[in-house]
């Protein structure tokens, strides 16, 4: 019969042993390479990388932001601020199903073997642009960029002319990705009376409604001190119709010429695609302290390219009205519960529009995206 300490070092060798296994198990396991499925939907460059070998040697795994596209391959920010090129393969995993792939300002997991870095996952998004994709059968969401903080409409009180329609589609892809959202109304310096009065009526509107707005000249530096310590500590993407200024604003915050700027197009008076891509990139400091940039945080601002038309992804018409923040006082009262503002009896937005309570630009806005939501939803139950 075996003594207590032979019982004792008979039971360490087990426990060892069933390490062991386990240990050869999890080794077994990590040698085949997993199985993942993206989601339908899914769209982004992609190489034609096949699935790593077995046998190839992975010098290190680590954690990578996107800085920009080039072709099908990704421009990567490395933690010690060394930049470099990945792509993405088959086996990259997503924490975005259904949506983009890889953007711009995604924070991925890495690996460099013989095969160069590859994107092994993309980590789920803390906050995200996007719109639905345009010229594809199944529309997807097509997201500009991830991980942001700021989104700054940029509009244009000279040519392109003011719309406030495209301003608020992108309010509610902002209130949908989870960004805060500021306004900058560009070329005041070339504004006509007219013009400037209606720049004045925007701005007091939207400022009313809470959202900051800037009266800026990307020409003559007019508000780009102010829209720079809007923008100080944070993260921000600029978007808005092609020709409004965006480059040119960016240039002016940054000092130096980085963004690609364009004359606008003479025939039909809209804005050339000067920013084929975007791209983060980094303020330099400010000669004077940034009052709002608290801890000191990094300035990075993304000049996303210019839209003629901007299609918001999976709009719901139940939710329209929550992005309309005006309407909250007042639909409260409205007779009917659940009211949608567009046919209702005793409905108390539509009889404030008709006092002036809310403005008739930013209902005609509600209507249409309503209506748009509506149109989807009923798409979609059809194709179930």
Request: hydrophobic fraction near 35%; charge should be negative; charged fraction near 30%.
């Given at each position: 019969?075996?003594?207590?300490?032979?019982?004792?070092?008979?039971?360490?060798?087990?426990?060892?042993?069933?390490?062991?296994?386990?240990?050869?198990?999890?080794?077994?396991?990590?040698?085949?390479?997993?199985?993942?499925?993206?989601?339908?939907?899914?769209?982004?460059?992609?190489?034609?990388?096949?699935?790593?070998?077995?046998?190839?040697?992975?010098?290190?795994?680590?954690?990578?932001?996107?800085?920009r596209v080039?072709?099908?391959?990704?421009?990567?920010?490395?933690?010690?601020?060394?930049?470099?090129?990945?792509?993405?393969?088959k086996g990259?995993?997503?924490?975005?199903?259904?949506?983009?792939?890889?953007?711009?300002?995604?924070?991925?997991?890495?690996?460099?073997?013989?095969?160069?870095?590859?994107?092994?996952?993309?980590?789920?998004?803390?906050?995200?642009?996007?719109?639905?994709?345009?010229?594809?059968?199944?529309?997807?969401?097509?997201?500009?960029?991830?991980?942001?903080?700021?989104?700054?409409?940029?509009?244009?009180?000279?040519?392109?002319?003011?719309?406030?329609?495209?301003?608020?589609?992108?309010?509610?892809?902002?209130?949908?990705?989870?960004?805060?959202?500021?306004?900058?109304?560009?070329?005041?310096?070339?504004?006509?009376?007219?013009?400037?009065?209606?720049?004045?009526?925007?701005?007091?509107?939207?400022?009313g409604i809470?959202?900051?707005?800037?009266?800026?000249?990307?020409?003559?530096?007019?508000?780009?001190?102010?829209?720079?310590?809007?923008?100080?500590?944070?993260?921000?993407?600029?978007?808005?119709?092609?020709?409004?200024?965006?480059?040119?604003?960016?240039?002016?915050?940054?000092?130096?010429?980085?963004?690609?700027?364009?004359?606008?197009?003479?025939?039909?008076?809209?804005?050339?695609?000067?920013?084929?891509?975007?791209?983060?990139?980094?303020?330099?400091?400010?000669?004077?302290?940034?009052?709002?940039?608290?801890?000191?945080?990094?300035?990075?601002?993304?000049?996303?390219?210019?839209?003629?038309?901007?299609?918001?992804?999976?709009?719901?018409?139940?939710?329209?009205?929550?992005?309309?923040?005006?309407?909250?006082?007042?639909?409260?009262?409205?007779?009917?519960?659940?009211?949608?503002?567009?046919?209702?009896?005793?409905?108390?937005?539509?009889?404030?529009?008709?006092?002036?309570?809310?403005?008739?630009?930013?209902?005609?806005?509600?209507?249409?995206?309503?209506?748009?939501?509506?149109?989807?939803?009923?798409?979609?139950?059809?194709?179930?």
């Open positions: 019969m075996p003594e207590p300490e032979e019982d004792e070092q008979l039971f360490r060798e087990q426990i060892r042993g069933a390490h062991a296994d386990r240990a050869r198990s999890r080794r077994k396991i990590a040698r085949k390479p997993e199985r993942r499925e993206r989601g339908s939907g899914s769209r982004g460059p992609e190489s034609e990388v096949r699935e790593p070998n077995t046998r190839e040697a992975v010098t290190f795994q680590e954690t990578a932001r996107v800085i080039e072709g099908n391959s990704f421009v990567l920010g490395l933690e010690n601020g060394e930049e470099v090129t990945a792509k993405s393969y990259t995993h997503s924490g975005n199903p259904k949506s983009t792939l890889v953007a711009v300002g995604d924070n991925v997991r890495i690996t460099n073997g013989d095969r160069g870095y590859l994107i092994e996952e993309v980590l789920p998004r803390r906050t995200k642009l996007s719109r639905r994709s345009a010229g594809s059968k199944t529309p997807f969401e097509q997201v500009i960029i991830a991980n942001v903080d700021l989104l700054v409409i940029v509009a244009s009180v000279h040519e392109p002319k003011l719309r406030s329609g495209i301003i608020d589609r992108y309010i509610v892809a902002a209130l949908d990705g989870n960004l805060d959202t500021a306004l900058a109304i560009n070329k005041v310096d070339l504004a006509s009376p007219d013009e400037l009065d209606e720049a004045l009526y925007f701005r007091d509107l939207y400022r809470g959202y900051p707005v800037y009266l800026v000249s990307a020409t003559d530096g007019a508000g780009i001190t102010q829209l720079r310590d809007e923008i100080a500590g944070k993260t921000s993407v600029f978007a808005g119709h092609s020709g409004v200024g965006k480059s040119s604003i960016v240039n002016a915050i940054l000092g130096e010429e980085i963004a690609q700027t364009g004359a606008l197009q003479k025939k039909f008076r809209r804005g050339a695609h000067t920013t084929s891509a975007t791209t983060l990139l980094e303020v330099p400091t400010h000669p004077n302290p940034l009052p709002k940039a608290e801890g000191n945080l990094p300035t990075y601002i993304a000049d996303s390219p210019g839209v003629r038309e901007f299609a918001n992804f999976e709009l719901d018409p139940g939710n329209m009205k929550f992005a309309f923040v005006e309407f909250l006082k007042f639909q409260e009262h409205c007779a009917i519960p659940n009211c949608s503002h567009i046919h209702e009896p005793g409905c108390q937005v539509r009889l404030a529009v008709e006092e002036d309570k809310i403005s008739i630009d930013r209902y005609s806005s509600y209507q249409k995206l309503f209506d748009e939501a509506k149109r989807e939803e009923t798409k979609r139950i059809r194709n179930q």
